[in-house]
């Protein structure tokens, strides 16, 4: 697919850091807005319950259809369709590509935030991958903004996370992007993204190193073994395709994060993708797409995210309405 070069919103890499390696209704219950009876305005939501926002995360693999091997246009179409029918305000998003064949080229972060009408979008390069790179990103809409950088750019880090010499391990590299997000109405809070190994071996350690972020983000450890500016929120959201169910993945996580799903919202524990918030962070509601019905997310499901008898991600997509404290 060649899909037309776009800008980047964002004008540099993400810096890498000297680490190496009351519920909301279900979508199709909604009710249209009413022409005679406009929203309130953002600010006046926030006036009335501090700032609120829904974060999404979801695994586009590289816009593809099931395994079709390369993007396809109308996996684009169904996730712009679903990012603007969540109205998500911040995307945390893993399996992009930037520049590779498979994707003809395309800066496909760059192509979903123009089709999203985004603010604000940051890509963080994982590994090289068929002629291009391959990795995740943070996408801002509805106002929201990845806060500027002195020099230029977004003020964003990228922390290598440990890879296994473990002969079952898996190969690629992984990554974590951490960003300090502005809310229109200025406050802010630290959005992680990541996508861990598919196989056991070395994602302890992987988790270990989130734990390390987040600890060091809340400033809960005198040893700064991460890198990051001591002026990052410690209001932190952390998510992304940890490719394991919950209990391994908290078995190294500590408690200065706490899972959506927390306080019995149905979301069940087979699904591998998670959001996780710190203390400041209040969820209202959260919820996975119509694929929580099934006890598998390799499975077809019937949902916003399916093209006919494909799919255009092979995960339930989780987002939560969520407020600043």
């Known amino acids: 697919m060649n899909?037309?070069?776009?800008?980047?919103?964002?004008?540099?890499?993400?810096?890498?850091?000297?680490?190496?390696?009351?519920?909301?209704?279900?979508?199709?219950?909604?009710?249209?807005?009413?022409?005679?009876?406009?929203?309130?305005?953002?600010?006046?939501?926030?006036?009335?319950?501090?700032?609120?926002?829904?974060?999404?995360?979801?695994?586009?693999?590289?816009?593809?259809?099931s395994d079709g091997g390369t993007a396809d246009e109308r996996a684009f179409d169904a996730i712009e369709r679903y990012i603007e029918r969540v109205d998500a305000d911040v995307v945390l998003f893993q399996e992009l590509d930037e520049g590779t064949k498979r994707s003809g080229g395309a800066d496909q972060l760059a192509e979903i935030a123009r089709r999203t009408d985004a603010t604000d979008s940051q890509f963080a390069a994982a590994m090289g991958f068929d002629g291009g790179q391959y990795g995740v990103g943070i996408m801002t809409r509805n106002g929201f903004n990845i806060r500027d950088a002195a020099g230029g750019g977004n003020d964003t880090r990228t922390v290598q996370l440990p890879k296994s010499n473990h002969e079952d391990a898996d190969p690629e590299q992984r990554v974590a992007l951490v960003a300090p997000i502005v809310a229109p109405d200025g406050a802010e809070f630290t959005a992680v993204t990541t996508h861990l190994?598919?196989?056991?071996?070395?994602?302890?350690?992987?988790?270990?190193?989130?734990?390390?972020?987040?600890?060091?983000?809340?400033?809960?450890?005198?040893?700064?073994?991460?890198?990051?500016?001591?002026?990052?929120?410690?209001?932190?959201?952390?998510?992304?395709?940890?490719?394991?169910?919950?209990?391994?993945?908290?078995?190294?996580?500590?408690?200065?994060?706490?899972?959506?799903?927390?306080?019995?919202?149905?979301?069940?524990?087979?699904?591998?993708?998670?959001?996780?918030?710190?203390?400041?962070?209040?969820?209202?509601?959260?919820?996975?797409?119509?694929?929580?019905?099934?006890?598998?997310?390799w499975l077809p499901f019937d949902g916003p995210l399916n093209v006919g008898d494909e799919r255009a991600t092979d995960h339930p997509a989780l987002h939560a309405t969520i407020r600043l404290a």
């Open 3 to 65: 899909v037309p070069p776009t800008a980047r919103a964002s004008v540099r890499p993400a810096e890498q850091t000297s680490q190496a390696a009351p519920a909301e209704a279900r979508l199709d219950e909604r009710p249209a807005a009413s022409s005679e009876e406009p929203k309130a305005t953002l600010a006046t939501q926030q006036a009335q319950d501090g700032t609120q926002m829904k974060v999404l995360t979801i695994n586009v693999k590289g816009f593809q259809l």
């Open 197 to 297: 190994s598919k196989t056991g071996p070395g994602r302890g350690a992987q988790v270990d190193k989130l734990d390390d972020i987040v600890e060091d983000l809340r400033g809960g450890r005198d040893n700064d073994s991460v890198g990051l500016p001591g002026d990052f929120s410690s209001r932190v959201v952390l998510g992304g395709d940890f490719n394991t169910k919950r209990g391994p993945a908290e078995e190294h996580l500590g408690d200065g994060v706490t899972h959506v799903g927390e306080r019995d919202r149905g979301l069940g524990d087979t699904n591998i993708d998670h959001l996780y918030v710190s203390d400041g962070v209040e969820v209202v509601d959260a919820q996975l797409d119509e694929a929580e019905k099934i006890d598998t997310s």
